[in-house]
């Protein structure tokens, strides 16, 4: 069994629920250092430092970058050692472009789960900008493929996105909490169809249908 973690906790997600408790360690030690790269990667988008400044600390960021080079052992799908074997799905969120508490190119957006809805909320700053103070498009079509991916997975036969459809009803603003819902609407042999929306208060934003296919995950990892 322990030779497919993948697999095992790709299955294990139909029941997952988020962990309450918070991390510790190296994984909290990640979550610190990722939310600071996204605190410099917000200010970057207006500050006012001046070159000295920037260069110095391009080149501490730089310096830092080739002592973690040095640390990496080639991708692994399930990220950390001790989390794989128990098929910790918390590993494999921690990489997310979009929810990824590790990854300081995500948001993040925070993920629940309601009944058979999942609610992500998110507030995006600058530097997901489209247009001029609102959220760029692809961001939010990358915010549905999470929300809408986690309501399929938990029909227990996950899928890859096969087609995603947004309709953008109203821009959706930056520096503001925004509401992702998503569920599936139904399944059709090896299609899940699921279906979702934005909201920004009481405004609907953005509407979502994507239709998901399930796959053999573990041929993924070969
Ligand atoms: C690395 C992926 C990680 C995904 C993790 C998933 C679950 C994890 C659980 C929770 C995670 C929480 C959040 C979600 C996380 C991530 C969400 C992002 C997911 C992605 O970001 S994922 C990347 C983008 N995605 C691709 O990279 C797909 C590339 N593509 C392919 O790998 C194949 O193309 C595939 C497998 C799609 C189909 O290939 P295939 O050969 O297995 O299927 P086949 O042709 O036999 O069709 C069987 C039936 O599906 C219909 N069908 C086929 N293709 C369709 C399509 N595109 N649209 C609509 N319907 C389609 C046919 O019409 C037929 O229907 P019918 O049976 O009625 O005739």
Redesign the pocket.
């Known amino acids: 069994m322990s030779d497919d973690p993948f697999g095992q906790s790709?299955a294990s997600?139909a029941n997952w629920v988020p962990p309450d408790e918070p991390p510790t360690g190296q994984r909290a030690a990640l979550h610190r250092l990722a939310a600071a790269m996204r605190i410099v990667a917000e200010a970057l988008t207006d500050m006012q430092a001046d070159e000295a400044d920037l260069l110095a600390a391009a080149e501490a960021m730089e310096q830092f970058g080739a002592r973690l080079e040095a640390t990496r052992t080639g991708h692994r799908p399930w990220g950390f050692a001790e989390s794989a074997p128990a098929g910790d799905?918390r590993a494999?969120?921690d990489r997310?472009p979009?929810?990824g508490l590790g990854n300081p190119v995500a948001p993040p957006l925070r993920m629940e789960i309601d009944g058979d809805r999942i609610v992500g909320r998110a507030t995006f700053g600058a530097q997901y900008e489209g247009p001029p103070g609102h959220v760029h498009g692809g961001i939010i079509a990358a915010a549905f493929?999470?929300?809408l991916?986690?309501a399929?997975?938990r029909t227990g036969r996950?899928?890859?996105?096969?087609?995603l459809t947004i309709r953008y009803r109203r821009p959706t603003p930056l520096h503001t909490e925004v509401v992702f819902e998503a569920r599936v609407d139904r399944v059709?042999?090896?299609?899940i169809f699921a279906a979702g929306t934005l909201h920004a208060g009481e405004t609907l934003c953005a509407e979502a249908e994507g239709?998901f296919?399930s796959?053999d995950?573990s041929r993924?990892t070969r």
């Open positions: 790709i997600l799905a494999m969120f997310s979009v929810i493929d999470e929300v991916g986690m399929q997975a996950p899928g890859m996105t096969g087609t059709e042999g090896r299609k239709i296919i796959v995950f993924l």
